[in-house]
């Protein structure tokens, strides 16, 4: 059956580092150990001020593509993942199409917040499994959240970091590797609890909105109940896993959303699974929000965490809320 290869993966991380010592004198406060302890996180790159969201979305499918080992112009399709776009209006894929030189692909942005990489990947997924056209798809993950940071902040200063992540999806035609099984789910209950709520329709930017200055900065703005993540992954990947009889010691690796290593080990733990299961990047990258997936899985095996025909799961979630996951067929 035809399925998707994942054949090349890619990263782009931001020089600029702000480390926790940096973060504590600027929001005037020690806020190292609460963030090495409950996050993970020691440091995080942000973009500098002449830098944007295409830019490191470009660089990243470039070495995704290197590492494929298959031109631009050989791309059907890309799909960018972001909730931090280059514009409003029009979608950061047209800017990354042109700028890479993939004239023979069409584009769109996919808008799930930090589920969106894996929900772009499901997409890409059906579309090369569905139509024979479609042959070679770049999927691409970006996050510049710190354009729309608060550093005065504490509890989004902490968290929030730039990167971009990007893979390379081929046509496989003996069905040795894809997607096993995927789901997407939303609580939209939540779509006021986190975002950035000002430059939108509801909320244009105006002096007022400017001057106010919150609701263009990326707020908590109400406080999500912890356990929607400890309990939302274990569902819906064991849901996956059921469907396709499979276990989860079947599981090869485990990459989960990397906004909170505390999360991280009590899903494992209640899982049953050895923590070496999974990888984490927050320690070095910071949280990574759309982004994260891509670049897990890249520095998973550059560390040489996967094999061919390992089954990794996918689960991501985000503002919104949205929820994406996915078991796959490396």
């Known amino acids: 059956m035809r399925n998707a290869r ?18 504590s004198a600027m929001l005037g406060e020690d806020i190292t150990e609460f963030v090495v302890n409950n996050l993970g996180i020691h440091e995080r790159h942000v973009l500098a001020e002449d830098e944007s969201a295409a830019d490191i979305a470009s660089e990243a499918a470039q070495n995704a593509l290197r590492d494929a080992g298959i031109s631009a112009e050989e791309i059907d399709l890309i799909i960018v993942a972001t909730d931090t776009p280059e514009y409003l209006s029009p979608g950061t894929s047209v800017v990354v199409q042109h ?34 056209n479609y042959k070679n798809i770049l999927v691409i993950g970006v996050y510049a959240m710190t354009k729309f940071l608060d550093w005065t902040e504490k ?6 970091a730039d990167g971009a992540g990007a893979i390379v999806l081929q046509a496989d035609e003996s069905g040795e590797s894809g997607v096993l099984a995927s789901k997407l789910e939303a ?14 329709a509801k909320t244009p930017i105006t002096a007022e909105v ?66 070496e299961k999974t990888h984490t990047i927050m320690q070095k990258w910071g949280y990574t929000g759309s982004a994260c997936i891509p670049m897990v899985l890249h520095d998973a095996l550059s560390q040489g965490k996967l094999k061919r025909g390992d089954i990794i799961v996918f689960c991501a979630s985000g503002g919104g809320i949205n929820m994406a996951a996915m078991v796959f067929k490396y």
């Open 155 to 160: 509890k989004t200063a902490t968290i929030f």
């Open 99 to 132: 700028r890479i030189g993939a004239k023979n692909a069409g584009t769109f942005d996919t808008n799930c917040a930090c589920a969106g990489f894996v929900t772009a990947f499901d997409t890409a997924c059906k579309y090369i499994i569905a139509d024979a």
């Open 187 to 200: 609580m939209g209950e939540y779509n006021d609890y986190l975002g950035i709520f000002a430059g939108g």
């Open 6 to 23: 994942i054949s090349g993966t890619g990263v782009a991380i931001p020089e600029k580092i702000i480390t926790n010592a940096d973060l």
């Open 210 to 275: 400017l001057e106010n200055g919150y609701y263009n900065k990326v707020r908590f703005a109400k406080r999500t109940p912890p356990e929607i993540n400890f309990v939302g992954w274990q569902r819906i990947v064991k849901e996956l896993l059921q469907r396709i009889d499979l276990t989860l010691d079947d599981v090869n690796l485990f990459l989960w959303t990397q906004v909170n290593l505390s999360t991280i080990k009590q899903v494992m733990l209640a899982l049953n699974q050895p923590f």
